[in-house]
């Protein structure tokens, strides 16, 4: 039988309500807006990547901005994710086969820590954190750095869940077999359809 690797990204995928930039950036004293509009998002990208701190980003922001220093880490503040309880099941269906399965995620260094402490990663066999990784997703060096780690298998052994189409589009590029995420019930369709008679995955109590 052969051997696959089930990448699973966290938030929106595993966890839900973990956007804290509404919040965050209220508290720093600038108005609400889209994420991938802000004229921070590159500092966004340089957090997730590791490149500078969640505290250094704020600092950065209100320094930018001409704001008062914020005196506490408002991502850590205001970052309370829940779990998705199904795909919770999903993944513990996984780890019972004897599968190996990996966490590949966008995320800051506080968030990492907040998930690490609640067990949110706890059925996973190892976390790829791209604060820790110096890349982020979409970038294919997010993907080439995994690969890297999990020396015995290809990418073409590889199965990516994400929400985002541009991180599923960009594995997909380099032959992973990647999903975007909506619900579980459709992940668990498209794990069956990849492996076929490969799949061990018992899914009966799912």
């Known amino acids: 039988m052969k051997n696959y690797l089930f990448i699973f990204d966290m938030g929106s ?6 956007e804290p930039w509404p919040e965050a950036m209220a508290a720093l004293g600038l108005p609400s807006s889209p994420r991938e509009n802000s004229p921070y998002i590159h500092l966004y990208r340089a957090a997730a990547r590791g490149d500078i701190t969640s505290m250094e980003f704020s600092l950065l922001v209100a320094e930018r901005a001409k704001l008062p220093r914020p005196t506490e880490n408002y991502w850590k503040k205001f ?3 829940t779990l998705k309880a199904e795909t919770a099941k999903l993944i513990k269906a996984i780890k019972k086969s ?14 990492y820590d907040y998930l690490s402490e609640a067990g949110f990663y706890a059925d996973f066999d190892k976390v790829y954190a791209s604060c820790f990784m ?3 997703k979409p970038d294919v060096s997010f993907w080439q750095y995994i690969r ?11 199965l990516f869940f994400d929400d985002s189409e541009a991180n599923v589009r960009a594995a997909e590029s380099l032959g992973i077999h990647a999903h975007r995420f909506t619900e579980a019930e459709k992940a ?3 794990i ?8 061990k995955i018992d899914f009966n109590k799912f």
């Open 13 to 18: 995928v595993l966890v839900e309500n973990d």
């Open 79 to 81: 970052f309370r994710p």
């Open 98 to 111: 004897n599968a190996r399965i990996v966490c590949g995620t966008n995320t800051f260094d506080v968030y």
């Open 134 to 136: 110096h890349t982020r």
């Open 148 to 158: 890297n780690e999990e020396k015995t298998y290809d990418f073409s052994d590889m």
């Open 188 to 190: 668990k369709e498209f």
């Open 192 to 199: 069956l359809s990849v492996l076929g008679n490969d799949c």
